[in-house]
C-alpha cells in the first residue's frame, strides 16, 4: 500500500436538533489524514465463482460429521460440529451455548437442567450436517443446496450488473 499525505483545512460539522440547527468547528491542526495510493485491486468478477464450486462447498458442508446433538421431545433443536461449528433451531439452547463459552460438559449439564437430551459421538461417527439438516426442516440437503444455489445464482446476477455499471462511470 502506498500512503500520501492529504493536507487537511477546518471541518465544520452541521447538526439540527430540536433547538434548531447548530454548528461545530473543528481545528484539524496536528491531525494527518492519509490517503491509500496503490491502484485498486478491484478485479473481483462473479464468473470467476461456479456455480458448481458453490454446490461442492455445500455438499462438503453438508458432509461434515456432527460431535453433539440436541434433543427437545425427540425432536433434534441443534448440533455441534466436530468442527466447532453449531446450528441452532432454539434459542435457549444458543443462549444456554454462549453461557457455557464453548465448554461441552458445562453446556450437556445445562441442557439437561432445562429439559434437553443431548447425545455425544466420538471423532467420525455421528450424524452429518446434512442429516440434522433434514432432521430439523423436514427437506433433504439436496432441496437446500438447489435453493441456496438458486438465491447464489441471482446475487452473482445482480452483483455483476452493479460491477458492469460502477465500471462505465468510472
Known sequence: MQIGTVSTSSVTISTRGASGKTATQINTEGFTLQKDL???KDNFSPAALSISD???QLRLQGAQKQSFVVTKGGTTVASIGQDGAAMFQDQK???I???VGGDMEAFASALKKAGYGSNSYAQGT???YAEIHQRIHGESY?????R???AFSKEMTLLAGRQSFFSTIA
Open 148 to 150: 441456496q444455489t438458486m
Open 142 to 146: 439436496e432441496t437446500l443446496i438447489t
Open 38 to 40: 496503490s491502484e485498486p
Open 97 to 99: 451455548w454462549d453461557e
Open 54 to 56: 458453490y454446490q461442492n
Open 126 to 128: 455421528g450424524p452429518t
Open 93 to 95: 439452547v444458543a443462549k
